[in-house]
């Protein structure tokens, strides 16, 4: 599933693509189209990310809520728009460009007050500027849960994923299965200003990187990773290679329904 930075650059992207200009909506796969008559012609005022969640702000307090889910993704290009291909639940047009979308997991139109509860049951985003890291916290050090599973309860901390939850857990020294209770509020303090840095630069680079400068390939004299997700990273999906900081074998085990990466050396 993508992590949050993704979203956020799907936001920038459709606002840059859309913006100040009537966009014209369909769904030429049907499953959005009510939606999508009520939308059209509307013009696109902004575009923000809360977490994995997508928002459209159209005029006339319409707004497109888009979840992608495991298997949602989106398209773009330049006009001509081309015929719809496979199971298109949703596509904008302007003059000049085209946005499809295929499979997300929520595809809809909110009123102001149903975005409002949206919001109230995500948690800090860490590339929001209005994200409350002091609220997450007040949930973690009351939770007996592991770390892990905490910070990937997107009503705790919303937008970060396996791999940032996994990389960060990791830089900080800390195990994934330590309870939240016993995270110090100074730790928690440098793991969410840690987690700002790493999705900020993800949002800017489009992929996830988070090794330290001197474990690089080129510093190293390793071959660079090489995983669909791309970056550079310490622990996800690592299980069974050395660490790149103590060449300890990397470890995996099942946490919370999902796997879970970790150093024993590095985080003890
Ligand atoms: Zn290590």
Redesign the pocket.
């Known amino acids: 599933m993508p992590e949050g930075h993704t979203i956020h650059r799907l936001a920038a992207h459709h606002r840059s693509l859309l913006a100040g200009r009537p966009v014209a909506v369909s769904s030429p796969q049907g499953r959005f189209a009510a939606g999508a008559a009520a939308l059209t012609g509307a013009e696109l005022l902004d575009t923000e990310a809360y977490g994995k969640h997508l928002l459209h702000h159209y005029a006339g307090d319409r707004i497109l809520h888009v979840h992608l889910g495991l298997y949602g993704v989106f398209s773009d290009g330049e006009q001509p728009v081309p015929p719809p291909i496979g199971q298109v639940r949703l596509r904008l047009t302007t003059d000049r460009h085209w946005i499809d979308l295929r499979g997300p997991t929520a595809c809809e139109l909110l009123s102001p007050p149903e975005v409002a509860v949206l919001r109230a049951r995500l948690g800090a985003d860490p590339l929001r500027d209005d994200a409350d890291p002091d609220a997450a916290y007040a949930r973690i050090s009351r939770s007996g849960i592991a770390l892990a599973a905490l910070l990937l309860d997107q009503s705790i901390v919303a937008g970060a994923g396996l791999v940032y939850v996994s990389e960060v857990l990791f830089r900080a020294g800390i195990p994934p299965t330590r309870p939240g209770r016993e995270l110090s509020a100074e730790a928690w303090q440098a793991i969410w200003i840690d987690l700002r840095e790493l999705m900020k630069e993800g949002v800017t680079r489009g992929r996830i990187d988070t090794v330290h400068s001197r474990h690089m390939p080129e510093a190293m004299g390793r071959a660079p990773r090489v995983d669909r997700h791309g970056g550079e990273v310490y622990v996800y999906r690592r299980a069974g290679q050395p660490?790149?900081?103590?060449?300890?074998e990397i470890l995996r085990s099942g946490l919370a329904g999902r796997n879970s990466y970790w150093?024993p050396?590095?985080?003890p």
């Open positions: 660490c790149l900081v103590c060449g300890t150093c050396a590095c985080q």
